[in-house]
C-alpha cells in the first residue's frame, strides 16, 4: 500500500520512512508525532521531529494512519489500515481514551444522512466526559 503510494507521487522509499513506518505500527495507540519521535530517537537519532510529522500525514493519505483530535491541541495518529472502524469516549480530565463500536450509532448515522440525501462517507465520534476514576463519587 504504502509502496505503490509512494511510487504513484514519485516519492522514495527510504531507511527512515521505513523505520518511521515500522514504530508506528508497532505502537497500538493514539499517538502523537513528538511521542513517535521520542521512541524512534533511541535507535535513530537522525530523524527529525518534522521529518516524523510528514510521515505521519503521509501514512494518513494513503490509508495506513488516521489523524484524530482527541480533545487535545496536538494532532494523533491511530493505525487505520486492517483496523475495524470505531469511535472514542474521552476522558476531560486525563485524557484516558476508550475505543467502541456501537452498530446502533452506525446505523443511526446511515439513517440520518439518507434522509438529508446525503452519501457518508466517513465520520468521527468523540464523546467527552469524566472516566471512572476522575468522576467524583456519585
Same mark, same amino acid.
Given at each position: 500500500?504504502?509502496?505503490?503510494?509512494?511510487?504513484?507521487?514519485?516519492?522514495?522509499?527510504?531507511?527512515?520512512?521505513?523505520?518511521?513506518?515500522?514504530?508506528?505500527?508497532?505502537?497500538?495507540?493514539?499517538? @502523537?508525532?513528538?511521542?513517535?519521535?521520542?521512541?524512534?530517537?533511541?535507535?535513530?537519532?537522525?530523524?527529525?521531529?518534522? @521529518?516524523?510529522?510528514?510521515?505521519?500525514?503521509?501514512?494518513?493519505?494513503?490509508?495506513?494512519?488516521?489523524?484524530?483530535?482527541?480533545?487535545?491541541?496536538?494532532?494523533?495518529?491511530?493505525?487505520?489500515?486492517?483496523?475495524?472502524?470505531?469511535?472514542?469516549?474521552?476522558?476531560?480530565?486525563?485524557?484516558?481514551?476508550?475505543?467502541?463500536?456501537?452498530?446502533?450509532?452506525?446505523?443511526?448515522?446511515?439513517?440520518?444522512?439518507?434522509?438529508?440525501?446525503? @452519501?457518508?462517507?466517513?465520520? @468521527?465520534?468523540?464523546?467527552?466526559?469524566?472516566?471512572?476514576?476522575?468522576?467524583?463519587?456519585?
Amino acid at each position: 500500500m504504502l509502496a505503490s503510494f509512494l511510487a504513484e507521487r514519485k516519492l522514495k522509499k527510504s531507511k527512515r520512512r521505513d523505520a518511521i513506518l515500522s514504530a508506528f505500527l508497532a505502537m497500538e495507540t493514539h499517538v @502523537t508525532a513528538e511521542e513517535l519521535h521520542r521512541v524512534l530517537s533511541a535507535e535513530h537519532p537522525g530523524i527529525g521531529l518534522a @521529518t516524523v510529522y510528514r510521515n505521519l500525514k503521509l501514512l494518513a493519505s494513503c490509508g495506513l494512519a488516521k489523524q484524530v483530535s482527541l480533545g487535545g491541541k496536538a494532532a494523533r495518529f491511530e493505525h487505520a489500515f486492517r483496523h475495524r472502524h470505531h469511535d472514542h469516549l474521552v476522558c476531560s480530565r486525563c485524557g484516558k481514551v476508550v475505543e467502541f463500536l456501537d452498530s446502533e450509532i452506525e446505523r443511526r448515522q446511515e439513517s440520518i444522512a439518507s434522509r438529508h440525501d446525503f @452519501t457518508l462517507e466517513s465520520h @468521527t465520534l468523540e464523546i467527552h466526559g469524566l472516566c471512572g476514576s476522575c468522576r467524583p463519587p456519585r
